[in-house]
Every structure is written in structure tokens, then in C-alpha cells.
């Protein structure tokens, strides 16, 4: 099995910021990819930001130049930067990564559990 712990959520002004981190654990082989996910309070999941094992990142449209994503490989770990923080990133934000469990399987999607993120007065 795979964990994905996440911590930094939480409540922050407009303006503010925050740092998100997670951590995988469990039968890893390779991760070839970490991703944030969030969903909006009536909205679909969307993509927030991923970075591949190589370094290669993408970011939503709405995040590119106030969030950064960064990888530990070596730590299995993500951390999402998040500066400048407006209302509508409001959501619960979801980690995830790309495992390989073993050398004989294929990679698979593993989710962490959430975490609230609110951008409020």
C-alpha cells in the first residue's frame, strides 16, 4: 500500500500564504510524478499544479505565478508554495502521485486525504 500525508492547510487572508507538503509512503518503487489536485465548493476537481521525476512541472492557468511546486525525490515528498492567495482558491486540496510499487508493476494513481484550504476575511 501507499500513503500520502499531507499537512499546511488551513485558513489565510487574501494576500496571504501558504506552503503545502506531502509525503509518500509505503511499497514505493518509483514515483514518476506528484500532482495537486483541489476542488472548489461547487466545482470539479481540477489540476493545480504537477511535477514530473525530471523536474518537468505544469500549473493551472489560474496558479502560474503565485504558486510553485517543488519535488524531494529522495524524500518522496511535494510541497506546493502558495503566495498570493485569492477567495477562489478556496478548496480541498489533494495530493497526488504517480506510483510504481514494484519493479514488475505499472504505475498507479495514489491520493492523499485532502486538505482544506480557505482563503477568507
Known amino acids: 500500500q501507499v500513503q500520502l500525508v499531507e499537512s499546511g492547510g488551513g485558513l489565510v487572508q487574501p494576500g496571504g500564504s501558504l506552503r503545502l507538503s506531502c509525503a509518500a509512503s509505503?511499497?514505493?518503487?518509483?514515483?514518476?510524478?506528484m500532482a495537486w489536485y483541489r476542488r472548489a465548493p461547487g466545482k470539479q476537481r481540477e489540476l493545480v499544479s504537477r511535477?514530473?521525476?525530471?523536474?518537468?512541472?505544469v500549473y493551472a492557468d489560474s496558479a502560474k505565478g503565485r504558486f510553485t511546486i517543488s519535488r524531494d525525490n529522495a524524500a518522496n515528498m511535494v510541497t506546493l508554495q502558495m503566495n498570493s492567495l485569492k477567495p477562489e482558491d478556496t478548496a480541498v486540496y489533494y495530493c497526488?502521485?504517480?506510483?510504481?510499487?514494484?519493479?514488475?508493476?505499472?504505475?498507479?494513481?495514489?491520493w492523499g486525504q485532502g486538505t482544506q484550504v480557505t482563503v477568507s476575511l
Open positions: 511535477i514530473t521525476s525530471a523536474g518537468s512541472t
Open positions: 497526488n502521485a504517480d506510483v510504481q510499487s514494484s519493479r514488475w508493476e505499472a504505475a498507479f494513481g495514489s
Open positions: 509505503g511499497n514505493i518503487f518509483s514515483i514518476h510524478a
